[in-house]
C-alpha cells in the first residue's frame, strides 16, 4: 500500500540513479574502440533472425497485414528509443513470440467482428490501452511485486513457448507439403511432383539447420580449432548456417521451379501495404465504440506480459553475480515500455519488448574476465602456498592479494566480490580430499561488464538497415526458418529446471547417481523423489491447461492468465502440499548447481597437479577462453548459475542409501 500512496516515486528515483552516470554509458566506449562493434554485431544475429521467423509467422497468420519488414522495424525503432532514453542500456528489445500471439488472436477477432480492413486500427486502439496500462503500473511503482513470479511461473511460461516453437515448426514443415490457401492448384510448382519435392526439401533444410545450429552453438567446448575460430562459430555460426542452408538452396536442378523450395513472402518499406502503416491513425475513428471498449480486455493480457516479460529480461540483463556498477530503472523502464507500445501502435507496426535470452546474452558479450592473466597468478600463488603447507586461510590471503593488485580495485570493494571464493576455500577444511586452486577460481572469479548504451544502439541501427533489406531477406527458404523455431525450442530447454525434473523422471532409481556425479540443480540431493515428482506433474498439468487455452478460437487471448493466478496458487495452494523448505528448493530464485562427485581418473604423464605439460616438458596454459567460462556460468536462458560443493564428492557418498552404485 505504501506504493499506491508515493506515486511517481520509483520512476523518479530510477531517473535520479541512472542520470548521473548517463554521460558514462556514452563516453566510456571511447577507451574500447572499434572492438564495441564484436557485441554489437553478436547481438544484431541473435536479434534479428528470430524477428525475421516472428514476422514470417505473423504474415501466415495475418494474410500478409504484418510481415517481417514490421517486426524488424519495430525492433529497430524500440530499440534505439531504448538505447538512448532507456533506464538500463542493456536490455536488448524485440518482437517477441508472446506479441505475436496475441497479434494472431487480434487478427482472428477482428476478421469476424470489426473487418479485416480495420485490424490494425483496432490493435492501435489495444496497444492506446496497454500503454495506459503499462503508465498506471509505472506510476504507482508496481515493480517491486515482480519477486512473486517465482521461477515456477517464469518456467512454465518458458516451456509454453518452447512448446509453441515446436508446434509452429512442424505446422511449417507439414504446410510445405500442401497448396498455400487462396493460391492457384494448376500453377507448375503445386503439381504433385513438385509439391511433394518442395515437402522433402523443407524436411531436410529444416533439419538442416537444426542440427547445425546445435553443433555450432556449442563450438566453444571443440577439442579442435584455435580458441578465435571456436569462439567466432559459438558466436556467429547460427546465422552463418542460415546462410549456408539459403545458398544450398539454390544448388537445385535447372528443370525445378524457381518457386521451389518456397521462400519468404514479405513486402518491403516501399510497398504500398508498407506505407498504409504510417498513416493508419486516420482509421482509428472508423472503429466502432463498443470494439475500442472491448480493447480493453486484450489490453490488459497485453500490459500484463509485458510487465512479466519486460521486468524479468531486464533483472537477468543485470545479474548480481555480473558485479554491475550503474542502478537498475525498472520502474522508468516500464514507462518507457508505454511510450514505445503507444507509438508502435500508431504506426501499425506490432510492439516489442525486453527478450530473453538475448537482453542476459548482451551483458554475456560485454563481459571482461581478467582471467588469463589472473587467474594464472592467483593459481600459481596459491600452489606456492600448498607447497608450504599453508592453511587454507593463507592460500585465500595469497590469492586476495594477486587479485587487489592486479584489478586496482578498492580493496573493501574486492572483499565483497570475492567473497564467495573465500567462503569455498575456507570450508575446504573440513574436506578429504586435496585442494584444487584451479577448480574454485574458476567457479568464483568475478565478472567484469563494461556499461554502455553504443553496443545496443548499434544493433539497433543494424536491424533498421536489415528492414531495408527484405529483398536479400526474401531469398531465404521458409523450410529454414522452420528449423530455427525448431531450434530456438531445444536451444532453450536446457537450464529450465522444470524441464530437468522431466528427464529425471526418465531415470531409473539404480542410475540416478549418474546425476550426482555431474553439475545438478541442487534440489536433487535436498528434496525426496516424491516431492520432486509430484511437483513436476503438477507443473506439466499446469502446462496442458495453458497449451489447451491457446487453441480455445478467441478466448485463446486469455492464455497469459493462467501466470497470473499462478502467484496466488504458489502462495497460497503448493504450501499445503510440500515442506517450505522443500518447495523453496524447488522454486528457488537463483539457478543454484551442485559440483558433483567425478570419479578420479588416472592422468597423463605430461598433466601432473593440475598443469599441462608439453612433450618437452614445459607448462603451457589451458586453451580456455572467456567465452566458455561465460557459458559454464549461464544458463542456455542467460540465467548465471551458483554453484556450491557437493557432499557427493565424499568418496564414501553413495547414491542410493545403504548400497554402492551399480552400472
Not at 516479460?309 to 537498475?328: G, R
Request: aromatic share 12%; net charge neutral; proline share 6%.
Amino acid at each position: 500500500m505504501d506504493s499506491l500512496r508515493t506515486p511517481f516515486k520509483g520512476i523518479r528515483d530510477d531517473f535520479k540513479g541512472r542520470i548521473v552516470c548517463y554521460k558514462r554509458d556514452w563516453v566510456d566506449t571511447c577507451s574500447t574502440g572499434a572492438r564495441i562493434f564484436a557485441p554489437a554485431a553478436y547481438i544484431f544475429f541473435a536479434s534479428a533472425i528470430p524477428v525475421i521467423a516472428f514476422g514470417e509467422q505473423l504474415n501466415r497468420e495475418t494474410d500478409g497485414r504484418l510481415s517481417a519488414a514490421e517486426t524488424l522495424l519495430s525492433t529497430a525503432i524500440c530499440g534505439v528509443i531504448h538505447s538512448i532514453f532507456g533506464g538500463q542500456p542493456l536490455l536488448i528489445l524485440g518482437v517477441a513470440e508472446p506479441t505475436i500471439i496475441m497479434y494472431t488472436y487480434l487478427y482472428d477477432f477482428a476478421a469476424k467482428y470489426v473487418g479485416k480492413e480495420l485490424y490494425l486500427a483496432w490493435a492501435a486502439w489495444v496497444c492506446i490501452w496497454t500503454a495506459l496500462m503499462l503508465f498506471i503500473l509505472s506510476i504507482f511503482n508496481a515493480c517491486i511485486i515482480i519477486t512473486r513470479f517465482t521461477r515456477v511461473a517464469g518456467e512454465l511460461f518458458g516451456m509454453l513457448i518452447s512448446v509453441l516453437f515446436i508446434q509452429e515448426a512442424i505446422k511449417g514443415v507439414v504446410s510445405e507439403f500442401n497448396i498455400p490457401e487462396g493460391e492457384n492448384g494448376e500453377k507448375e510448382q503445386y503439381q504433385f511432383e513438385w509439391l511433394y519435392n518442395n515437402g522433402l526439401l523443407a524436411v531436410i533444410f529444416s533439419f538442416g539447420v537444426l542440427i547445425t545450429s546445435l553443433k555450432s552453438r556449442r563450438a566453444r567446448s571443440w577439442r579442435y580449432g584455435t580458441g578465435f575460430f571456436r569462439s567466432f562459430v559459438a558466436d556467429y555460426g547460427v546465422p552463418l548456417m542460415v546462410v549456408l542452408w539459403t545458398a544450398l538452396s539454390y544448388a537445385v536442378p535447372r528443370n525445378v521451379p524457381s518457386e521451389v523450395p518456397r521462400r519468404l513472402v514479405a513486402s518491403t518499406l516501399w510497398d504500398s501495404g508498407s506505407l498504409y502503416h504510417w498513416t493508419v491513425i486516420k482509421d482509428m475513428g472508423k472503429v466502432p465504440v463498443v470494439h475500442i471498449f472491448a480493447a480493453i480486455i486484450p489490453a490488459l493480457m497485453i500490459a500484463g506480459l509485458y510487465f512479466f516479460d519486460h521486468s524479468v529480461a531486464s533483472q537477468m540483463a543485470q545479474p548480481k553475480e555480473f558485479n554491475l556498477k550503474n542502478p537498475p530503472a525498472y520502474h522508468y523502464d516500464i514507462l518507457l515500455l508505454g511510450v514505445m507500445t503507444l507509438i508502435c501502435g500508431l504506426l501499425g507496426l506490432p510492439p516489442s519488448n525486453g527478450v530473453l535470452p538475448q537482453s542476459p546474452m548482451h551483458t554475456r558479450s560485454l563481459a571482461v574476465l581478467r582471467r588469463q592473466v589472473i587467474r594464472k597468478k592467483m593459481v600459481k600463488r596459491a600452489k606456492e602456498g600448498m607447497k608450504h603447507n599453508a592453511t587454507n586461510s593463507e592460500i585465500y590471503g595469497r590469492m586476495h592479494a594477486v587479485f587487489v593488485e592486479m584489478d586496482k580495485s578498492p580493496s573493501q570493494a574486492v572483499d565483497k566480490e570475492l567473497a564467495d571464493l573465500k567462503e569455498a576455500v575456507l570450508k575446504h577444511d573440513d574436506e578429504e580430499d586435496k585442494f584444487d586452486p584451479e577448480k574454485y577460481i574458476d567457479l568464483h572469479l568475478p565478472v567484469r561488464v563494461n556499461e554502455q548504451r553504443v553496443s545496443n544502439f548499434l544493433q539497433s541501427m543494424l536491424v533498421g538497415f536489415a528492414a531495408c533489406a527484405m529483398p536479400v531477406i526474401k531469398r531465404i527458404p521458409t523450410s529454414v526458418l522452420w528449423g530455427y523455431f525448431a531450434y530456438m525450442a531445444i536451444e532453450s530447454l536446457p537450464g529450465n529446471q522444470f524441464w530437468e525434473r522431466i528427464l529425471l523422471l526418465f531415470v531409473p532409481p539404480r542410475r540416478r547417481f549418474k546425476v550426482i556425479e555431474g553439475f545438478h540443480a541442487s534440489f536433487v540431493e535436498t528434496v525426496p523423489f516424491k516431492h520432486i515428482a509430484l511437483f513436476t506433474l503438477f507443473q506439466f498439468v499446469y502446462l496442458l491447461i495453458c497449451f489447451g487455452i491457446t487453441w480455445i478460437p478467441f478466448a485463446g487471448i486469455l492464455f497469459p492468465l493462467p501466470f497470473f493466478l499462478l502467484v496466488a496458487i504458489r502462495e497460497h495452494v503448493l504450501p499445503k502440499f510440500f515442506p517450505p523448505h522443500h518447495l523453496q528448493s524447488l522454486d528457488a530464485a537463483e539457478y543454484e548447481e551442485v559440483i558433483g562427485h567425478h570419479p578420479i581418473r588416472s592422468r597423463s604423464h605430461h598433466q601432473q597437479d593440475g598443469e599441462l605439460t608439453d612433450s618437452d616438458g614445459e607448462e603451457m596454459s589451458p586453451d580456455v577462453s572467456s567465452g566458455e567460462i561465460l557459458d559454464e556460468m549461464t544458463t542456455h536462458r542467460g540465467e548465471v548459475k551458483r554453484r556450491s560443493m557437493s557432499f557427493s564428492d565424499r568418496p564414501s557418498f553413495h547414491a542410493v542409501p545403504g548400497e554402492s552404485p551399480r552400472n
